[in-house]
């Protein structure tokens, strides 16, 4: 009931948000071509509540607040998978031409996509944009880094020739390309260089207890040894730590990176460590002593020492409209570039299929970003907004891209489809999208340890 009531709100919040923005898409596209929409619909189910427009549209709230559809004249269901008699006549669906049916099942992603670039640029204008330069900060001993000449301060420029804006694309690169040659373009003391390292095989726990492998070359970004986020009951609250503390030295060794501090506490459980930070301007001094934690490190189990904070968020820059306006629409761009290679990523075995979660995996993000800050859980509403626009353009029948993918059949025959071919594949559209979901779901019960749960409970 606890994880209901703590993640519950935030994440059915976020989500009503989204479909509403989703369905007005089509909403808008569908009276712009002179097709009438007859129902509204956040949710599915029992109507709770609603009303009825001038326009004969019923605007209503349903009972399952997971979704949303927008009910076209003609429609026989929610999903537009069908038709009646009506949806020939003038205002059905049908009676629209095959450029004003794409627009309205378009218009509902390109709608997630829009809020997704018009919300990111007012953050860049307000907030600023996050930035993680890519200038490495350390490198690992013993790495491919290490062995072909990286230097703390050199600053890449392109792998394999694309060009490298963020820190955080170098690890997108690296992830899956162990065993690879790759070719990065440096610049160090204003000359440019090409050094070529193979990523090693590295195995990692993600913080969900899940261990993976990966690519590996050992280089880290240059991210100052500030604190952001104190964890409650944590051994770092404990010792007095506070947000904004810069950390100068532990037991006397300067700490100019947060992944100094990190490491240096991850080889000391249990061990007090004499900290001097910097807070408001004034030097102190304090004991910390990391908590001792049984982790999974390079493929073994390991205590190290762990003392429960973030890092301080990274740079930010505040941008002027028009810059903030552009700089939305290329995040939006290259997110969903990122989000496709992810999942193709998964399709042929480079990621492990447990990475797909479900509802309740989404819900526990949204709550968990929520209390970090309301900015954080903004940044999340992008991405999953991203990703809904995306979803719903796989050309797989029930979702808005599987029917373009019938208007493109439609197009190129002259003619609709049978009723029948569209129906078997509605049929397998359906299953595809409910063995995905229970798929997820299954991921997500496992993530929750409900099966070993059970287990225990069954004696």
């Known amino acids: 009931m606890s994880v209901i009531l703590d993640y519950g709100p935030w994440f059915l919040g976020l ?6 923005v989703h369905e007005l898409g089509h909403y808008l596209a569908a009276r712009f071509v002179g097709v009438h929409a007859s129902a509204f619909s956040i949710g599915f189910g029992p109507e709770l509540f609603g009303w009825t427009d001038k326009r004969g549209c019923r605007w209503r709230f349903a009972l399952i607040p997971l979704g949303g559809y927008v009910k076209m004249q003609g429609d026989a269901n929610a999903a537009s998978a ?18 004003g049916r794409a627009l ?6 390109a709608a997630n996509f829009i809020l997704a670039a018009v919300v990111s640029a007012i953050v ?20 491919p880094a290490e062995t072909v000449g990286f230097q703390p301060g050199d600053r890449i420029l392109s792998i394999n020739g694309s060009r490298i804006r963020q820190f955080e694309q170098v690890a997108d690169i690296e992830f899956t390309a162990a065993g690879t040659p790759m070719a990065l373009e440096v610049e160090r003391n204003g000359e440019r260089l090409t050094l070529t390292a193979t990523p090693e095989i590295s195995k990692f726990e993600d913080r969900f207890g899940n261990s993976y492998e990966r690519g590996r070359l050992g280089l880290y970004a240059a991210v100052p040894a500030k604190i952001g986020r104190v964890i409650p009951d944590s051994a770092a609250q404990s010792a007095g730590l506070q947000p904004g503390d810069q950390i100068i030295s532990l037991n006397g060794a300067a700490i100019p990176t947060f992944r ?29 002593t990391p908590a001792a934690t049984t982790a999974t490190v390079d493929g073994k189990e390991q205590v190290i020492g762990r003392i429960g904070v973030n890092a301080a968020a990274r740079e930010r820059v505040q941008l002027d409209p028009l810059t903030a306006s552009s700089a939305g629409a290329v995040y939006v761009w290259d997110m969903s570039g990122r989000i496709l290679e992810y999942m193709w990523q998964i ?4 990621r492990p299929v447990n990475e797909i979660g479900g509802v309740l995996r989404i819900a526990q993000i949204a709550g968990d970003t929520a209390k970090i800050s309301l900015l954080a859980l903004i940044t999340f509403g992008v991405l999953l907004s991203i990703n809904l626009g995306l979803i719903n353009l796989f050309p797989v029948p029930m ?5 373009l993918a019938f208007l493109a059949i439609e197009w190129a025959r002259g003619r609709r489809m049978s009723e029948r071919a569209e129906e078997m594949g509605y049929r397998v559209g359906f299953a595809m999208v409910i063995g995905l979901m229970l798929f997820a779901t299954w991921n997500d019960l496992a993530h929750f340890q409900v099966f070993d749960r059970l287990q225990t409970w069954l004696g």
């Not at 399709?347 to 480079?350: A, Q, R, T």
């Not at 979702?399 to 029917?403: A, F, K, N, S, W």
């Open 82 to 99: 069908g038709h009646d008699e009506t949806s020939e006549q003038p205002g059905g669906l049908l009676s629209a031409s095959i450029g």
């Open 399 to 403: 979702l808005d891209g599987g029917h």
């Open 260 to 288: 100094e501090f990190a490491l240096f506490v991850r080889a000391r459980p249990a061990q007090v460590i004499a900290a001097e930070i910097e807070r408001d301007g004034q030097r102190m001094m304090l004991d910390l």
């Open 124 to 143: 860049f204008m307000t907030a600023g944009q996050q930035i993680t330069p890519p200038i490495i900060g350390g490198i690992a001993p013993n790495s």
């Open 15 to 20: 989500l009503t948000i989204l479909v509403f």
């Open 104 to 109: 309205i099942f378009v218009a509902g992603p």
């Open 347 to 350: 399709v042929i075995g480079l």
